[in-house]
């Protein structure tokens, strides 16, 4: 019941920073997207998908291992957009980047979701 949409992903030196950005969209009028916990995860070629941050309902935060200290993921309730701050990059960031909906608690493991952005790609070089 929720629609997501990933921008802002790109090509970067190691060292660089991105932000990107999750659109969400209630598919029906009755249907409010505060009450979906967001969550961004990444997935590299011949990987499983990796939980990258989350916020739930209640503005909790969670950070996977590979974002903590680099990462900083916030949430506008106000325009229904997830955000993702990354900075200090490395090539091991490489991966596309999924925003994802569920809830109206859940963490970083990707069955607790049910809906799925396209994804946006994240490629850093050295």
């Known amino acids: 019941q929720v629609d997501l949409a990933e921008s802002g992903g790109g090509s970067v030196q190691a060292g660089g920073s991105l932000r990107l950005t999750c659109e969400a969209s209630?598919?029906?009028?009755?249907?409010?997207?505060?009450?979906?916990?967001l969550g961004w995860f990444r997935q590299a070629p011949g990987k499983g998908p990796e939980g990258v941050a989350a916020v739930d309902t209640d503005g909790n935060i969670g950070y996977g291992d590979s974002g903590k200290g680099r990462f900083t993921v916030s949430r506008d309730n106000a325009k229904n957009t997830l955000y993702l701050q990354m900075n200090s990059l490395t090539p091991e960031d490489t991966a596309r980047y999924y925003c994802?909906?569920?809830?109206?608690?859940?963490?970083?493991?990707?069955?607790?979701?049910?809906?799925w952005g396209q994804g946006t790609q994240v490629t850093v070089s050295l």
């Open positions: 209630a598919r029906y009028d009755s249907v409010r997207v505060r009450n979906y916990c």
């Open positions: 994802a909906a569920g809830g109206p608690h859940c963490g970083l493991e990707s069955d607790q979701y049910d809906y």
